[in-house]
C-alpha cells in the first residue's frame, strides 16, 4: 500500500481499486484505508488542490477538463467544487493561451486556415469553451474565421 503512495499521490478511491484487485477483502481495506487518513498519508482535498495546480499550468487544462478528470480518479463533487474554485477566468485564459502558443511552434508551414482550424480543435479538446477560444484565436491570428472555429469545435479537427 505504501509504495502506492510513494511514487505519487492517490486518492482513497484509487487506493481502494488498487486493494479490491489485490483481493483485499473490502473491511480490511477500509479498515486500512481509515488508519493511512488519519495519519494524513491520503487526503483528497489536498490531493485535488495539487492536482488542479498542477495539471493547469503543465498540461494547460480547462476548468471543465480538471473537473473530468479528478471526477474519474474518484475525488467527491464538492472537494472538486472547492479545487477549481481557484481558477479563474484569468487563469483559464492564460493556459488557454499557454496551449496555443505551444501548439503554433508546431504549425509554422501551415496555411493559416489550418492553422485556426487546428489550434480551435486542441482548445476545444482541453474544454475551453467558445468564447475563450475565439478570444486566444483572435489573439495569436490577428482575427479569424468564426465558421471554421465552429467546424473545428463540432468535429473535434486538430
Known sequence: MLRQLT????????????????GIPEDAARAVLDRIGEVGLVDDQAFAQAW??????????????????LAGKGVEPEVI?????????????????????KKTRSMGGLDP??????????????????????????????GLDESAVEDAMRTGDG
Do not use: C, N
Open 52 to 69: 488542479v495546480e498542477s495539471r493547469q499550468q503543465r498540461r494547460h487544462l480547462s476548468r471543465s477538463a480538471l473537473k473530468r478528470e
Open 7 to 22: 511514487g505519487q499521490a492517490r486518492t482513497r478511491v484509487e487506493l481502494e481499486r488498487i486493494l479490491a484487485r489485490k
Open 81 to 101: 467544487t472547492d479545487a477549481v474554485a481557484g481558477v479563474d477566468s484569468d487563469d483559464e485564459l492564460g493556459a488557454a493561451r499557454a496551449l496555443a502558443e
Open 113 to 142: 486556415e489550418v492553422r485556426r482550424r487546428r489550434l480551435a480543435g486542441a482548445l476545444a479538446r482541453r474544454g475551453f469553451g467558445p468564447g475563450i477560444v475565439y478570444r486566444v484565436l483572435d489573439e495569436m491570428a490577428g
